[in-house]
């Protein structure tokens, strides 16, 4: 039971470059997010799922996309890299979204500076 | 709107001296109150949560939070802390039906030994 991976842990891209964050869990969960923590902001939700084939906006989706085919992955896709994208993405997931099974679990984390 | 205010960004105990790092939430509703540890170059673990009930909770590693909802906040709590306990602790809230939680913006603990 590998929790919640992420793919890439480090990235460095050029400004304008595109890339894809890959998020993946295998504790069958319906709730996935992405955030991006920077230094003195905590996390900062960009987008979230609710279910296989569902995607929505959280509070800092500019500049992000995300896509969920399948039930246990959440892709974060970045089209045209800008500086200010420099951050640690981390991506989580919880059973459901109400009460007891709001617990979100975390994976490690990428770390992507753009240049 | 739900919002979270963790007052303290750096907080500086020695080795063995009790901790308590604070947070208060702002909420129209009811809440769920969690308090999550980020140890250097790791993701988040959850630390405890309150749901209902007691408002005394008791988490992992000896550490405990109370819930006051007239003061509304949900201070975090440990008698003893070690070096072992140097890391980032993330206070969050949500509410019933809400899929999102929103996290404060972190409390550094360093422990002095």
């Known amino acids: 039971n590998a929790g919640v991976t992420q793919t890439p842990k480090f990235r460095v891209l050029k400004t304008g470059q595109s890339m894809t964050l890959l998020c993946a869990q295998d504790?069958?969960?319906?709730?996935m997010y992405w955030y991006r923590q920077d230094p003195g902001m905590g996390l900062r939700l960009i987008h979230y799922?609710?279910?296989?084939?569902?995607?929505a906006k959280g509070e800092v989706p500019d500049g992000y996309n995300v896509s969920r085919l399948k039930k246990q992955n959440f892709l974060l896709g970045l089209e045209s890299a800008a500086p200010s994208q420099t951050s640690v993405y981390f991506c989580?997931?919880?059973?459901?979204?109400?009460?007891?099974?709001?617990?979100?679990?975390f994976g490690p984390g990428t770390r992507l500076t753009v240049l | 709107a739900q919002s979270v205010t963790q007052l303290d960004s750096q907080v500086p105990v020695f080795e063995e001296a009790p901790v308590e790092l604070r947070c208060n939430y702002s909420?129209?509703?009811?809440?769920?109150l969690f308090w999550y540890v980020q140890y250097p170059n790791q993701g988040l673990q959850l630390l405890l949560k309150?749901?209902?009930?007691?408002?005394l909770v008791k988490g992992i590693n000896g550490f405990e939070a109370e819930f006051n909802k007239s003061q509304t906040s949900f201070h975090l709590r440990k008698p003893s802390v070690h070096i072992s306990d140097t890391a980032e602790y993330f206070c969050?809230?949500?509410?019933?039906?809400?899929?999102?939680?929103?996290f404060g913006t972190g409390t550094r603990l360093t422990i002095i030994p």
């Open positions: 799922s609710v279910g296989e084939g569902t995607t």
């Open positions: 969050a809230v949500s509410n019933f039906g809400n899929e999102k939680l929103t």
């Open positions: 909420s129209s509703v009811s809440v769920y």
């Open positions: 309150y749901l209902s009930g007691s408002t």
């Open positions: 989580a997931s919880s059973y459901s979204g109400t009460g007891y099974f709001n617990e979100q679990f």
């Open positions: 504790m069958n969960h319906e709730y």
